[in-house]
Structures are given as C-alpha cells and as structure tokens.
DNA sequence: TGTACATCAGTGAACGCGCGTTCACTGATGTAC
DNA sequence: TGTACATCAGTGAACGCGCGTTCACTGATGTAC
C-alpha cells in the first residue's frame, strides 16, 4: 500500500464504482444523505449490497468520495472555462468578463437546471459528516476564493476601483451568486434564472472596475 | 373543525409545540430532514413519542409546520425591518438602501451566525416532501421577489436605471445573495461573510440607480 | 506453455438496532345545565 | 354550587420494516516461475 495512494482500483471495479457515486450525487442532492439509501444505489446500478461495500468500507466513505470527486470536477471545470477565455484575451477583466459569459450559457445549456452544489447540500447537514469531510468543504471553497481574488488582483492592477469594498469579498460573491441562484432557480422552478443571476454579477463587475 | 381553522391548539399544547418546532428547525438546518429523528425531538422537549403524535399527525405534517412558521417569521422580519426604515426616510431608495444597512447590521449581530434559511434546506432534499410543500417553497420564494420587485418599481420610478437589467432579476438577487452568503459564512466559518455581502448588494443597487 | 498463487470484484445470508406509526388508555382542565 | 360530560395534552407498550454493517465464501483475471 502506497501511502497517499487514493486513487479507484484500475480495472473493471473503477466504473462500478463511478456508476455508484454517480446515483449517489443525484440521490443526495434531491433527498439529502441521510435520505440516501444504500438499497437504492445498488439496485439503480445492479450489485449486491456486499457490492457496495467492497468500494466503500462504510457510508462515510462514500461521502468522502463524493465530494472529493465533485471538487476535483468543478476544479476542472474552472481551470478549463477560464482558460479558454483567457486565450480569447490577453486583458484580465475582459478574459474574466468572457469567462462569466461562458459560464453563464454553459449553465443557460443545461436542459433541467443545474443539479445541484454538494458543497451547499453537505454545508445544510454538515453534523452528519466527520471533521475530515468538513474541511474538505471548507478547503475547497477558500480555493475558489483565492482562485478568483487572484483574477481581481490582476484587474485591480490595471484598472481602478470605483467603490471602496474588499476584493476577498467581491470574489466570494461569484460563489455566492452561484449558490444562492442554483437555490431560487430550483425554488421557483426556473432554470434560466441561475444563468441571469451570473450576468447580474458580471455587470457589477464591471461597473466596479469601468467608468 | 371549522374548515381552514388550521392554528394550534389554544392552551398549553401550544407551548409544546412551538418547543417540537424549535428543536425540528435547528435539527433540520444541521443535519437534514432524513437525518432528524422523532426520537431526538421529544428526547429534546422531554415528552413521549404519543406526545409528538399528539401535535403532528406524522412526520410530513411536522416537515409542513416547521415551514410555514418559518415563512410567516421571514415574512415578519420584512416587514419590520423595511417598514422601520421607510418611516426614517420617504425617498424610495434611500429607504431601501437603509433597510439593507439595517439587514446587514441585524445578521452581524447574530453571535454564532445565520443558522440556515429553511428554503433552502428543503430545496436541497425536496424530494422528501409532498407537492404542498414544494409549492409553499415556490410561493413563498415568488412572494419575496414581488414584495423587492414594488420596492424597485418605486425606486424606478424616480431614477434612471444605470444598466440594461430586469428588475425582477435584481428583485431575485437579494435571496440570492442571502441564500448563497449563508452557505459560505458555513463552508468557511466566517460568520460576518454574509453581512458583508449584503452591503455588496447594496453597493450594486446604489450604482444601479446612481451615478 | 503449464501450474500455483494472489488479487479483483464481487455474492448471499444474516445481524441487530432505530425508525416512524398505531392503539388503548388517562389525568387535568373547561363547559352546560 | 354541584354534577356530567367533552376536550386537551398527553402516557406506555408494542409493531414491523428498512437501515447500515459483517462475515464466510467465490469465480474471473493477472502474475511468478
């Protein structure tokens, strides 16, 4: 056993195991975890409940995994959706500008609205995890925040501030934003109103650094 | 039974269950509905489980109660809130933008920070309640975007809107913020994220409205 | 190339505990006459 | 003012089902010699 050695087993096991955690993300993010039964992920991916156990060596560790996955995905999704706009950009507020308006179709793309942050479910039931999972959450999000103050820190440095707020602050909004829209658009069933929501940041955005 | 005579009992059992309620909403917000258990309620207010039957004809007419006493709260707040700064000024935005002060100033005062907004705990694991609770979800969420959207209306009606935005959208922004900031002052711990990022809103509304 | 062994990816049966719910009953308080 | 009855606010015991977890076992694939 090699230490920090975290990764699926290699073979067949690794999609079974995907196809578990992919029920599971869908399951708790529509009945939360403690709704979420292991009966009904076995028999939406057709193993025993021995199955199940072989992957994961109690219910934990599938939360575990689950929001480790969900991290390293949005990780993913960031790195690529903002890169893309930089090549488009050399400016940092015009790059950050594209990559909002990215964001914002990609999200408009989505046919039943977006399914949901694991971050926000697992933050509305956190006494049900362990420390370990919770500084997961907690780590991952004050990633995002400095991922995003960065990108300001890069505008601020060629245009002026027009109001006098912290740019920590306006980085977590993005996330912010994101949240909160994901939580009205699935309360009032609208799904574009996500994608607007991030528009809405974006203007301020700009406001906060143009004339 | 009167019908629509839905309040609680008049005397004594009222007490009760306001205590089941009390101890049902901080459960919830910490570790999900599924993950509240009868018995952890009544262990907490010191009855039997016959005394929870006796309040809740199940566990889904507790799920109802909890939310609707949480609407008509918010709802309260609101009006108070907003209310108390109308009367210190008549100017439409001005008003607004000092009930927003007064929202911001009212959650920093909040030792242990926001417990959590009930809608979207249930959002999270809707899948866990019946249609009429989804539907006071949605119109109680529609009922906070008509009752920010007049308060724009009159706003618009004596400045120039600085930006091409829907008002509706800018309505929805408020819970956005408030639902999202929540979530993260929990993700990071920071109980004075969310106050701060009600001043961000405020902040973006004055600028939409001004030059 | 064949054989021995190890690992992978599970199966099948059983477990006890906690969960939500029901039912018959009860003491204290309120109301009608 | 006293009595009969109704309602309020519960108690106590029992229920069955579903839950997460364990354990001994197994067939298929991979690796060493």
Redesign the pocket.
């Known amino acids: 056993m090699v230490s920090g050695m975290n990764a ?10 995907d196809q578990i955690l992919d029920a599971a993300e869908t399951a708790v993010l529509a009945k939360g975890f ?1 709704g ?5 992920l ?1 028999a939406a991916v ?17 939360a575990k995994a689950l929001l480790e996955r969900y991290i390293a995905r949005e990780d993913a999704l960031f790195d690529d959706l903002f890169s893309r706009a930089d090549e488009l950009n050399e400016d940092p507020l015009h790059g950050f500008l594209v990559g909002l308006k990215m964001l914002s179709e990609l999200l408009a793309d989505l046919p039943t609205g977006h399914p949901g942050c694991l971050i926000a479910a697992y933050c509305y039931q956190d006494r049900l995890f362990d420390r370990e999972v919770r500084a997961l959450n907690t780590r991952a999000t004050l990633g995002w925040r400095r991922r995003f103050r960065d990108r300001l820190d890069r505008i601020a440095a060629r245009y002026p501030l027009r109001a006098d707020v912290d740019l920590d602050d306006v980085a977590d909004m993005l996330l912010v934003v994101a949240d909160g829209g994901i939580i009205l658009s699935k309360a009032v069933g609208e799904t574009s109103l996500l994608p607007r929501q991030i528009l809405l940041y974006r203007d301020y955005l700009r406001h906060l650094f143009q004339a």
């Open positions: 699926p087993a290699s073979r067949k096991g690794a999609a079974t195991r403690a979420t039964s292991i009966d009904e076995i057709g193993i025993t409940k021995s199955g199940f156990f072989y992957h994961f060596k109690d219910k934990g560790a599938l």
